[in-house]
């Protein structure tokens, strides 16, 4: 995921919209999973975790977000391969 794609979904949460697309959706779930220090159990309390944050912490939560994805996304493909040898063939392709 991209930082923009990190910061718009961030952006929803803060502005209290309702639709938001899947890849949005997977961004919301990372940040409820991530976030230790305050429980973000809805969409209104994670845009209201998000509109307390500092400039800094806001970007340190986008980079932090983006690299924990992106392990999750290798960890899923590595865990893939290892249960289904035939997608190594897909993947490399």
């Given amino acids: 995921m991209s930082e923009i794609e990190i910061v718009n979904a961030f952006t929803k949460l803060i502005f209290g919209e309702d639709i938001y697309s899947a890849r949005e959706l997977c961004i919301v779930e990372a940040l409820q999973t991530l976030n230790t220090g305050f ?5 209104n ?4 975790y998000l509109r307390n944050l500092g400039v800094r912490e806001m970007i340190e939560l986008v980079s932090g977000l983006q690299e924990w994805l992106a392990d999750c996304s290798e ?7 290892r249960t289904n040898p035939a997608t190594d063939i897909f993947l490399r392709s």
């Fill in 45 to 48: 309390a994670a845009g209201e």
């Fill in 39 to 43: 429980l973000c159990d809805s969409r």
């Fill in 75 to 81: 960890s899923a493909i590595s865990n893939r391969q």
